[in-house]
DNA sequence: CATTTCATTGACTCCAAACTCATTGACTTT
DNA sequence: AAAGTCAATGAGTTTGGAGTCAATGAAATG
């Protein structure tokens, strides 16, 4: 059985993480153990209680961040389903993370290599459905004769360019506001 | 006429400029006054005798940048050329500045807000010659009836997909080593 | 030639952020 | 209930980068 302790830390941790998500997808990664700290409500030495240093912190995060989003897509994606019903899927998804998947895609290349894993990971598995989805088209010949290494980086490029520009398209959420045009075109550029 | 003095202090502000292009290319815009006054064989302070802030640094680098890159793709655009022509055209200019270009869209959205009207120019102008090159196509019918904006997001989508993860498909230029499968495959992608 | 201007220097200040650690007091163990 | 453990604290330390400025000497001026 789990001691007081061990359950306060385990909270005390999860305060950590939960805050630095919501900090680091406000202000993006250049925010401060300070802010964290604020945000969480613990002293700023506490931190360093649970994380050695913010590479730590931020590997942890991402780390959860990569599961929880996999398992997320993973349960809004059912079998045999439309390229429609998969891509607007996807699409939900990333609302549900918008904020903070802007900032990681925007400043991955700044983080911790480790980070680089999850984020690979994470694009592996949308590949993996995409696949899966795809391939049944192909053999219905709707879809062009084109590798679908350039089919899923076509969607993923669209995707993060609209994301990452946010501010050219929308005020708010581009991914709300865009959605349903982003998967109809999309659709016509790959199909026949 | 110029005096010594003026001539002097001009060659050391590019002397600067130029370093700060390259050590940015190399290092990204977490790049340090240090590391560019040593590049550019200057003292520290010099930096700040030509430039107020480092954000000023950046913003007077990015427009020299803009001015360049956009002169050079007019340049290598010809008038009436085909959409295969311009993209490779578009490519080769990528490709010159490539380094440089890539820290630039994976890290636009730290760098001050003038930076961001520097990268929406480059974009615009871009989008200024592609737009030309596709009505004449779409005259023709041979390209799809999708929204203009997607076809171009679609475009600098995937270029900037592929510079960004630079390292999940080469070792060294993306675009040198893709140039051709994303030419082709772009194009099959937007015809009928 | 004497005087003034000014580009350059580099040691210095200032500041902000990461990380440390002695102290505290609540929880656990015996 | 006494002794021991440990999560949390927050003031303090360290580090490193941005920006300052008095001094220098070469160039410009009269």
Redesign the pocket.
């Known amino acids: 059985m789990k ?4 359950i ?2 385990e ?3 999860k305060l950590i993480l939960d805050a630095a998500y919501q900090v680091y997808a406000n202000e993006g990664f250049s925010a ?3 802010q964290i700290a604020k945000a969480a409500n ?5 931190i ?3 994380f ?4 730590n912190l931020i590997i942890c995060l991402l780390e959860r961040f990569g599961s929880e989003i996999n398992e997320h897509l993973h349960l809004l994606s059912e079998k045999d389903e439309s390229l429609e019903t998969f891509l607007a899927a996807h699409i939900n998804v990333l609302i549900c993370y918008e904020d903070f998947y802007k900032r990681l895609i925007s400043e991955i290349n700044s983080l911790p290599q480790e980070a680089k894993y999850v984020f690979i990971n994470i694009q592996s598995v949308v590949s993996l459905h995409l696949n899966q989805v795809i391939e049944r088209d192909k053999e219905q010949k709707v879809v062009k004769e084109i590798p679908m290494h350039i089919i899923f980086n076509s969607w993923l490029g669209l995707i993060h360019y609209y994301l990452t520009n946010n501010y050219l398209f929308a005020a708010g959420s581009v991914l709300t506001d865009h959605k349903d045009e982003l998967i109809l075109n999309y659709i016509k550029l790959i199909r026949k």
Not at 42 to 46: L, N, P, Q
């Open positions: 001691t007081k302790r061990q306060q830390k909270a005390t941790r401060t153990t300070n613990v002293s700023h030495g506490t360093f209680v649970h050695p240093t913010v590479d």
